[in-house]
């Protein structure tokens, strides 16, 4: 199983600030199979970014994914004020799927 | 446009089985992994499971004694099945088209 960490566990910035979020996998993510979501509180996960840094149909160029193998990165630029969730990074490459524990962003 | 949409009992007592179903409306079965996800209250994303049209499965080694999924092409829907639940099974359940769209998530809370 390939286990994901994502840090920071919270991140704390202001609005207009860029966001840089990681996630490292215990072994290689095989074909960049790597995707960000955001979540909102009693929402479920959207969908953001999908095989390492492609944007989802709707998604701002604000957001972008990069990184392959195991160490993955997710930037938002600009952050605007509905930018503030807990955003996971999930490997759909290997059974299982595996995701992140996910990480705070949160309003300083 | 793609959506799923999910229902099924929310609330069990333990040893009972979780029964959940997930119908697809703007595309077909065939062709993608059916997928189901639990959060538990306040916590990260589980993946159990997926099926695809001609129902096979893949489960998550985690809970694979536990999970049956099942697919109903003519009904455009797939099912889940988790057998004797506990607390620890509470969670938002989630249905997905593999990765992308999710469903609107079924709280699922298992007390005696």
């Known amino acids: 199983e390939i286990v994901l960490t994502q840090s920071p566990g919270t991140l704390s910035l202001s609005p207009g600030e860029r966001a840089t979020l990681s996630c490292r996998a215990s072994q290689s993510v095989s074909s960049s199979y790597l995707a960000w979501y955001q979540q909102k509180p009693g929402q479920a996960p959207s969908l953001l970014i999908y095989?390492?840094?492609s944007r989802t149909t709707g998604i701002p160029d604000r957001f972008s994914g990069s990184g392959s193998g195991t160490d993955f990165t997710l930037t938002i630029t600009r952050l605007e004020p509905e930018d503030f969730a807990v955003y996971y990074c999930?490997?759909?490459?290997?059974?299982?799927?595996?995701f992140g524990q996910g990480t705070r962003l949160e309003i300083k | 446009q793609v959506q799923l949409q999910q229902w099924g009992a929310r609330l069990l007592k333990p040893s009972e089985t979780l029964s959940l179903t997930c119908v697809v409306s703007g595309a077909p079965l065939s062709g993608y992994s059916w997928t189901w996800i639990r959060q538990p209250p306040g916590k990260g994303l589980e993946w159990i499971g997926e099926?695809?049209?001609?129902?096979?499965?893949n489960y998550n080694p985690s809970l694979k004694s536990r999970v049956t999924m099942s697919v109903d092409t003519s009904k455009n829907q797939f099912s889940l099945k988790l057998n004797s639940v506990t607390a620890a099974d509470t969670a938002v359940y989630y249905c997905a088209r593999r990765i992308d769209p999710w469903g609107q998530g079924t709280l699922v809370t298992v007390s005696s």
């Open positions: 999930q490997q759909y490459g290997s059974s299982p799927i595996t």
């Open positions: 095989g390492a840094s």
């Open positions: 099926i695809n049209h001609s129902g096979s499965t």
